[in-house]
């Protein structure tokens, strides 16, 4: 019988191959081909056979931070997810959710295991280059030394003391126009644009002009016909900001790339590349008018680096970078300096904007809350228009406990990739971790958790943040990681809490915040006509923003 040479191969290969992928399946029936096979750590639901999770994250995006809390209440204090590794397909990416108190405590306590990574880098690093966010080791170290200059003690009751109270004034002389006018305006949107100014004129020593006092500014009235709402109302908008905008979309992006083990390809078919592309070049050449500005005052005063500001006022975080040599003794390159500016722009915008806004939306849904806030900035301030400084903020432990309660529900950085430079064991699950895994942290899903709060853990409650005596709760930073914790503490805590406090009982002294346009299903990841079945008011991204923004109705008080 004259069989030919294809048919031969064809019917020894096709079943061969039909075997293997049957073993395989047997093997891996909800994990990614090849991952290891006995890690004592349960797996998480929703993972396909040969595939793992790596689907996943695009399925649960509108409410993924909520579907890692249903994980949690599921599986416990370590579970595992597996991805198939686009360029290493036998090496799968193994990666575990952390959600024990002493396991969190461990790996934040040690950064020179818990890193970064270059995989977190090759996600990031397009947009926070090099810098203290993105950086490792030696490199970490610079960086956060010469930042936490401009985060001393005495600065903060000065130089952002009073930058800080001149913001709020521009704050309310927007909201008062928006109150006169009867205008929606998008508080998220507003705040945001408050601490950029506030934050560019404090590190980098520029005005961003993102919101102003000026009348033609706040003239940005748009009657709007909402055919699906049946009605016409007026709207308040502001001038777009091109490196807020481009950064919102580079944000976006990156945050993608997250749940998207094959992102590069993703983004080079949907032409997202070029879109982070034009996004990166906008930033790049924001920051480089910044660094040639000051290059050129450095120049100018004779190489005196923080030239006329040195003895007259603080020097601007991009004036102790400049003063900065590499170890070679070079200076910092205008690359190096780009990724200063990034990094801390996109720390002090984000981050207090998005949160002020969550502490309104909940003050909004608690009157009596928002009462006592108001009542307690009128007892330590004494009038309507008296500004408040540094040691006011200090007394206003309700106001504080409003801001830390709003992170712990709602926390600006709700997850976070560790990368283990070495195997080592977590203390609190006695889990066994290889270099190379990913461990995810969760101050989001940590937030809600009975088993770290109590009983009433998603309930927001700012009692739970003060004593008796009044005076603020002291809570381990482990239990409660929305600044971080350990050696990479956040920088600006501090400076954060006292903005957030001087605008909260400035705007609450003068003006009633009722929300609008709250059931509209673009605010909402998973919108359901009634109420409570609601999920993910929040946007996904680096930081936790609010969805669609937070829309408001102001009205002026007496
Ligand atoms: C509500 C406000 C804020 C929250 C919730 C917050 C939260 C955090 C978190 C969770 C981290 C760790 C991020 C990570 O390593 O992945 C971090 C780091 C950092 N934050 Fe904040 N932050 C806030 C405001 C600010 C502000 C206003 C600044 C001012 C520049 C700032 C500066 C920094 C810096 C420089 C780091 C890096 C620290 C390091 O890696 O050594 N943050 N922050």
């Known amino acids: 019988m004259d069989v030919s040479l294809p048919a031969i191969a064809l019917s020894i290969l096709l079943p ?19 991952s290891r096979r006995n890690r004592n750590v349960p797996t998480a639901s929703g993972g396909e056979s040969l595939l793992g999770h790596t689907r996943y994250g695009g399925k649960v995006r509108p409410r993924t931070y909520d579907r890692k809390l249903d994980i949690a209440r599921e599986f416990g204090d370590i579970v595992r997810l597996t991805f198939v590794n686009p360029t290493v397909p036998w090496r799968p990416v193994e990666q575990f959710y952390a959600f024990n108190v ?4 461990f790996i934040l306590r040690n950064p020179d295991i818990f890193e970064k990574g270059e995989e977190g880098r090759a ?12 950086a490792d080791g030696h490199q970490w170290l610079v960086a956060r030394k010469t930042a936490s200059n401009i985060f001393k003690a005495s600065l903060f009751r000065t130089h952002f003391s009073a930058d800080f109270a001149h913001q709020a004034d521009v704050l309310c002389s927007v909201l008062r126009t928006a109150a006169l006018r009867g205008s929606v305006v998008d508080l998220q949107d507003v705040l945001l644009r408050c601490t950029i ?5 404090l590190a980098l020593g520029t005005d961003v002009g993102a919101l102003s006092k000026e009348p033609a500014f706040t003239n940005g009235v748009h009657r709007i016909q909402d055919a699906a709402r049946g009605e016409e109302y007026e709207r308040m908008t502001f001038p777009d900001i091109p490196f807020a905008s481009a950064f919102d979309t580079a944000n976006a992006i990156v945050n993608k790339r997250s749940s998207d083990p094959f992102w590069k390809w993703t983004e080079y078919f ?16 924001f920051a480089q008018t910044l660094i040639t500005k000051k290059r050129s005052e450095v120049q100018a005063s004779g190489g005196k680096k923080g030239p006329g500001l040195e003895g007259d006022g603080p020097l601007s975080l991009l004036d102790y970078f400049l003063r900065y040599e590499n ?7 205008d690359r190096q300096m780009r990724d200063v500016v990034i990094n801390f722009l996109i720390a002090g915008r984000d981050t207090t904007a998005q949160t002020l806004s969550w502490c309104f939306w909940e003050l909004c849904h608690h009157p009596e809350a928002f009462a006592r806030l108001r009542e307690e900035a009128f007892r330590v301030l004494g009038s309507r228009n008296a500004q408040c400084g540094y040691d006011h903020t200090k007394e206003m432990t309700w106001t504080t406990a409003v801001f830390y309660e709003t992170l712990r529900l709602h926390p600006n950085v709700p997850t976070a990739n560790k990368i283990p430079a070495a195997d080592a064991r977590l203390p609190g699950t006695n889990t066994r971790i290889y ?4 461990i995810q942290l969760s101050s989001y899903v940590m937030g809600r958790l009975k088993k770290v709060w109590g009983e009433d853990a998603e309930v927001w409650r700012p009692e739970r943040w003060l004593t008796p005596a009044n005076t603020l709760v002291r809570e381990s930073p482990y239990k409660w990681p929305v600044f971080n914790a350990g050696p990479r503490v956040c920088l600006g805590q501090a400076m954060a809490t006292q903005e957030a406090c001087v605008f909260l009982s400035t705007v609450a002294r003068k003006f009633d915040v009722e929300l609008w346009g709250e059931d509209e299903p673009r605010k909402w990841g998973v919108w359901h006509p009634q109420e409570e079945k609601r999920e993910g008011r ?13 829309d408001v109705k102001i009205r002026e008080r007496a």
């Open 16 to 34: 061969s191959a039909l075997a293997i992928y049957a073993i395989l399946v047997f093997l891996y029936p909800d994990t990614a081909a090849f």
């Open 102 to 105: 002493e396991d969190v405590e």
């Open 123 to 134: 996600v990031i690093g397009q947009l926070l280059g090099e810098g203290i966010f993105a």
């Open 197 to 201: 100014d506030s934050f560019a004129r």
């Open 270 to 285: 949907s032409g997202e590349d070029q879109k982070m592309l034009s996004a990166l070049r906008l930033m790049d050449d």
């Open 327 to 333: 170890d070679d003794g070079s200076e910092l390159t």
């Open 435 to 438: 270099k190379g895994d990913i």
């Open 538 to 550: 929040y946007s996904v991204g680096l930081t936790l923003g609010m969805r669609g923004g937070l």
